[in-house]
């Protein structure tokens, strides 16, 4: 039953390898409470729903792991209904537990120019810095970056279709100096792509074989860019996310615009972009309004 929940996740909810992965294993860490606790799936009441979430506590596992593992159970006792293979879902009643609220760390726009200036000696080099341009320009996840393919470009509008969670397609838009360097990566590109390529070669981003780059890939060699830059503060190839968000939210883009360009469902998960430059408003208030200088000085 696990294994069709998993399944109906994959191919009807169209979740991410990703999450996928993390369902999995909080779906285990239910199958081994249940085995050490003596209880049986059919029967959990929610004192024994409880009792789960009380042993992730004990686990030491963060809110937001317990809240992700809550909702993997709960839909997994849901879909057991619907499909008439379970009665009660212990899980309905019980809330998700309250979480601090999270900032993303972004980078300021002087260290974007820094990190974009890198040198392209050659074409992988090139490549390189094509990756952090995209991810910076349109804002996109790196998985989505990594199942981009050549047709989804439109170079006249500047503009690539990008398919997102859940299969959702959307548009993103790239600046006039990443489409240089897209420009340059796409006349290059032809003469990597290996004879005999079933495919003749549909992905944007090829590795040294010429095949698709992997989302680990693009990590590590977003990764290698930080690392080789003279940026001091953590980051991470979804940094660039965050910086594209804040970014055009501190030079007054529209929020519903820019949740339509990060794919968000929910306008409250961008939200948390406007908490970040409210917070940087802020602090330039305090450093340069005369009567914030004098009232911190009295």
Same mark, same amino acid.
């Given at each position: ?14 979740? %991410? ?13 239910? $199958?081994?409470?249940?085995?050490? !606790? ?16 009380? !042993? ?14 809550? !909702? ?21 009643? *019980? ?94 590109? $032809? ?26 890939? *693009? ?9 080789? %830059? ?5 980051? !991470? ?40 430059? *409210? ?16 009232? $911190?000085?009295?």
């Amino acid at each position: 039953m696990l294994e069709r929940y998993l399944e109906y996740l994959k191919a009807v909810r169209r979740l %991410s390898p990703h999450t996928l992965c993390s369902y999995r294993r909080d779906l285990e860490l239910f $199958k081994g409470f249940l085995r050490e !606790s003596g209880r049986a799936e059919e029967e959990l009441d929610q004192a024994g729903a409880r009792a789960f979430i009380g !042993s992730l506590t004990r686990k030491g596992l963060s809110s937001r792991s317990i809240n992700r593992a809550l !909702s993997a159970v709960r839909g997994y006792y849901r879909f057991k209904q619907r499909y008439g293979y379970g009665g009660q879902n212990p899980f309905k009643q *019980i809330r998700s537990l309250r979480t601090g609220k999270w900032l993303p760390g972004v980078l300021f726009e002087g260290e974007v120019a820094e990190l974009l200036s890198a040198p392209a000696a050659d074409f992988w080099s090139l490549r390189d810095l094509l990756i952090a341009e995209l991810l910076y320009s349109t804002g996109c996840r790196v998985s989505e970056l990594a199942a981009i393919d050549v047709k989804d470009l439109d170079l006249k509008s500047r503009s690539i279709r990008i398919t997102g969670k859940g299969g959702k397609q959307r548009l993103v838009f790239i600046g006039r100096q990443a489409a240089g360097v897209l420009i340059d990566y796409l006349s290059r590109r $032809k003469s990597h792509i290996p004879a005999d390529d079933p495919r003749g070669g549909m992905a944007l981003l090829l590795n040294r074989r010429g095949r698709r780059l992997t989302v680990r890939g *693009i990590q590590l060699i977003v990764e290698n860019l930080l690392r080789v %830059s003279s940026i001091q503060k953590p980051a !991470s190839p979804h940094t660039l996310r965050h910086s594209f968000a804040t970014h055009l939210l501190d030079r007054g883009g529209d929020i519903r615009a820019v949740q339509e360009l990060l794919g968000h469902a929910s306008l409250s998960t961008t939200q948390v972009y406007t908490h970040l430059s *409210i917070d940087r408003l802020k602090k330039v208030y305090e450093r340069a309004h005369p009567h914030a200088r004098r009232a $911190k000085e009295v």
